[in-house]
Every structure is written in structure tokens, then in C-alpha cells.
């Protein structure tokens, strides 16, 4: 599972999750021996991360023996199917990494992780590594994916990745192991401005972040944040968590989605389309056609 670029306490108010009994989960006809993984839906188009092949279908590696993903496109058919799949098109070329994405209601912005081009350190192994960082494109009809930017705050020496747009476009949040962060990856979030112009990088609380992995964050659009951990208490080794971002309620704490939605596997990369009943994970859970594999959910309220 790429990070691609993974007490009882008295007069606590949780969010609770009343989930339906006809919640389903779906593998999809997509998947492979190889990664899918990070699945947006925009209007009719859904993006997803996976490996970039040779022509013989066979993942291809960087100069590390690293494999290297890329970001594609497709029309979602019937059941959450994913059909006429393809290789974004963008005015840039090479091999770059790209993948996990997030996308602004008009399609017009996409944020997604990608790699620096100079060494940084890497503050578990202490060694000089290309860490991960968070890019902006522009779609330009006729031209595909344009204007890469990288965004400001994103230094060599520290992770950023996993981004995800809030609904209204005013707040991406994202993941890093910034200094100020307690676990390998903590949560945080900035302000946008246009798509031009960022704020102050704030980490969430600890009521949110914990001393484990925090990745793959999600905001719906009744603005409840999901993310994934590795945290104490879940059901599997990565699994999906609920947060109100609504709430006035300081001590509101994470709640871990019920399974089918979890499973004794890794879950991760939550989304859920604008019905608030279906939507997309990924999983390397028991059965699975591949590594990281695509899921297709119905049924789901919370």
C-alpha cells in the first residue's frame, strides 16, 4: 500500500455511524496483480492512481527499482464499474511519479502527490531521499493537464502528499511529517485562494492526529473528514475514520467505520460521491485480484 508516492474516557460526545444493513462492498472488474488505488469522481469522469506500464503490461521502475504511478481517467458505468480507461493527458512529459489526486467541483484544478527533483532528508533513516510533495494542475480544453505548479510550502527536507480539496475550494487539507508532527505522518490543512495563493500550514489537533499514520485524507460534501490510520483500536492494520468537521464539540473524537466498509485488511482512500451513499476505496483486504485494489461501495449513511 503506497504512501505513495501508509483509555476509557467518561462524558465523551462521538459521532456515531448508523450504518445500514444493506451496505455492499464490490471489487472491481479494473483491477489486477497491479496497484489501483485513490479513486475521484468528477461529473461523469473518475480518476485513479495506478502503475505506469511498458506494452507488455509490466510495471515500470525508476532508476531506484521503485515502481512509478501515474493518474488515470475513466467513465463510471453501471455498479461503480470503471470502463474506456486511460493515461491522463498532460503538456508534460516523462516519467513522474503522480497519483493520489483531488479535484475541485468544476474539474477545472487537480492537486496531487508527486516527487521533488532534489534530495532531501529522510528523518526516519537519516539519509538523503527524494521526498514527496503536493502539485497543482489547470485543465485547458484541447491541451489536457496543464501549468504544474509546485505548491510553496512544500520543502525538500519534509513529506507532503495525499491532498485533498474541501468542497467549498477554500481549504486543502493534506498529510506531511513536518517538524511539528508527532506521528510518521500527521494530518494538516491550509487555506486556498483562487488556486493561486496559500495560507499558514496548521496541523490538526491531537484530538484528530495520533502518535501512529495518519493518510489519505477526504472531505465530503456535508464536510465530515475522512482519513485513514494505523492507529489503536481499529478493526484491521489500516482502517477508515470519520470526523465532523462541523462540530463545536472539542472532545468529539475519530470514530472507525463499521465493517463492510473496514475489514481485518488495509483500508484506506475513502470517497464518497456527492448522494452520500456510494462511493470508492481501496483495499488490500482477503480475496483481492491484486496489491492495493479498487472497491465500489453502495448503501452507505452515517
Same mark, same amino acid.
Given at each position: ?40 469522481? +468528477? ?5 485513479? &492512481?495506478?502503475?505506469? $506500464? /511498458? %506494452?507488455? @503490461?509490466?510495471? #515500470? ?128 490543512? +491550509? ?5 493561486? &495563493?496559500?495560507?499558514? $500550514? /496548521? %496541523?490538526? @489537533?491531537?484530538? #484528530? ?94
Amino acid at each position: 500500500m503506497m504512501l505513495k508516492i501508509k483509555t476509557t474516557l467518561f462524558f465523551i460526545s462521538i459521532l456515531t455511524l448508523g450504518f445500514s444493513q444493506e451496505v455492499k462492498v464490490k471489487n472491481l472488474s479494473i483491477n489486477t496483480k497491479l496497484d489501483h488505488f485513490a479513486a475521484r469522481v +468528477v461529473g461523469d469522469t473518475v480518476y485513479f &492512481s495506478s502503475n505506469l $506500464v /511498458t %506494452r507488455r @503490461g509490466r510495471a #515500470i521502475k525508476d532508476n531506484f527499482s521503485q515502481e512509478v504511478f501515474g493518474v488515470y481517467e475513466g467513465v463510471v458505468g453501471d455498479n461503480g464499474e470503471i470502463e474506456d480507461v486511460k493515461v491522463i493527458e498532460k503538456t508534460e512529459t516523462g516519467q513522474f511519479n503522480m497519483s493520489v489526486t483531488s479535484h475541485t467541483k468544476d474539474g477545472k484544478y487537480m492537486y496531487f502527490t508527486s516527487n521533488h527533483d532534489e534530495k532531501g532528508k529522510d528523518n526516519l533513516k537519516d539519509m538523503k531521499m527524494y521526498n514527496l510533495l503536493i502539485k497543482r494542475a489547470e485543465y485547458v480544453e484541447g491541451q489536457g493537464w496543464t501549468n504544474f505548479t509546485t505548491l510553496p510550502f512544500c520543502v525538500p527536507d519534509y513529506n507532503f502528499a495525499h491532498p485533498a480539496i474541501s468542497p467549498d475550494g477554500s481549504t486543502l487539507y493534506f498529510i506531511s511529517d513536518k517538524e511539528d508532527s508527532k506521528g510518521k505522518s500527521d494530518l494538516y490543512k +491550509v487555506s486556498v485562494s483562487n488556486h493561486k &495563493s496559500y495560507g499558514e $500550514v /496548521t %496541523r490538526l @489537533g491531537d484530538h #484528530i492526529n495520533s502518535s501512529r499514520t495518519e493518510f489519505y485524507p477526504f472531505v465530503s460534501s456535508d464536510n465530515k473528514l475522512y482519513f485513514s490510520s494505523d492507529r489503536r483500536g481499529g478493526i484491521g492494520g489500516i482502517d477508515i475514520y470519520v470526523y465532523d468537521l462541523e462540530t463545536d464539540n472539542e472532545e468529539q473524537i475519530p470514530v472507525c467505520l463499521e465493517e463492510p466498509i473496514n475489514s481485518i485488511g488495509d483500508d484506506f482512500s475513502f470517497f464518497l460521491n456527492d448522494d452520500l451513499t456510494t462511493g470508492y476505496l481501496s483495499s488490500r483486504r482477503l480475496r483481492g485480484e491484486g496489491r492495493d485494489d479498487l472497491y465500489y461501495f453502495t448503501g452507505f449513511s452515517d
